[in-house]
């Protein structure tokens, strides 16, 4: 993924592509985890291509570094998962990804580590924005997080409806390293919080089923 600053588009100005394409590539790196099923190419996957990974692959062979491998060791991750053995590599090769996995296969890890490992080699606030559909997910992704990230100090910021405004926007002036927001209290952020804007972001993750991410990409979260 680059690391200099991406310029952010207009979520309107994203053109939709057909079904059976796979999305183009924004500067914003956009891990899209619940989109129609088809594998990382964009094909329809043959049954025995998405029953499980070649127990030869490990963490290690997939690149990361070893703060992450100590955390994932800690957290008793024994060998990595279908959705985390397709994505890492591309991933932490720069490339834009939308993957397909059900809930318990390991989609926020597959996300989260290669963001935490950009985040080792480029430490810096707003580094990462999760767009999560409810509340109680986004507190979820945001604790698994900080348990990978607990050797490099990753802070996260949840921005969520229900919750005092003022003091999210405290956090949010802090500069976490990842925002976890829902779509709602993220917008309002965007629009009414002094200083506070997606522009220098080097990670976009929408962590959304497609009915909520068609609503997401019909709003300029990003701003002009």
């Not at 100005?13 to 985890?33: F, G, N, S």
């Not at 099923?37 to 070649?54: I, N, V």
């Not at 580590?113 to 580094?127: A, D, S």
Request: proline content about 7%; some cysteine.
């Amino acid at each position: 993924m680059a690391l200099g600053t991406g310029t952010i588009k207009k979520a309107s100005d994203m053109k939709e592509q057909d079904d059976q394409d796979t999305v183009a590539p924004t500067p914003i790196r956009k891990y899209l985890l619940d989109a129609p099923h088809r594998s990382l190419d964009g094909k329809m996957p043959e049954p025995e291509e998405a029953s499980t990974s070649s127990t030869e692959v490990t963490f290690k062979s997939l690149g990361l570094i070893d703060p992450l491998l100590e955390a994932l060791e800690q957290m008793k991750f024994k060998a990595p998962t279908d959705i985390q053995a397709d994505a890492l590599p591309h991933a932490l090769q720069g490339r834009d990804i939308i993957g397909v996995a059900s809930t318990g296969s390991g989609k926020t890890a597959a996300f989260a580590l290669p963001i935490l490992q950009k985040l080792w080699e480029e430490p810096r606030g707003l580094f990462a924005c999760v767009i999560s559909p409810t509340r109680e997910l986004a507190y979820q992704i945001s604790q698994q997080f900080e348990a990978l990230g607990s050797a490099m100090g990753v802070r996260c910021a949840v921005i969520v409806g229900g919750m005092d405004i003022m003091s999210q926007r405290v956090a949010l002036a802090k500069k976490p390293h990842v925002v976890v927001a829902t779509p709602g209290r993220l917008n309002d952020h965007l629009e009414n919080t002094k200083g506070f804007s997606l522009r220098t972001l080097k990670f976009l993750v929408g962590d959304l089923p497609p009915v909520h991410l068609t609503a997401v990409l019909m709003v300029p979260l990003l701003g002009a």
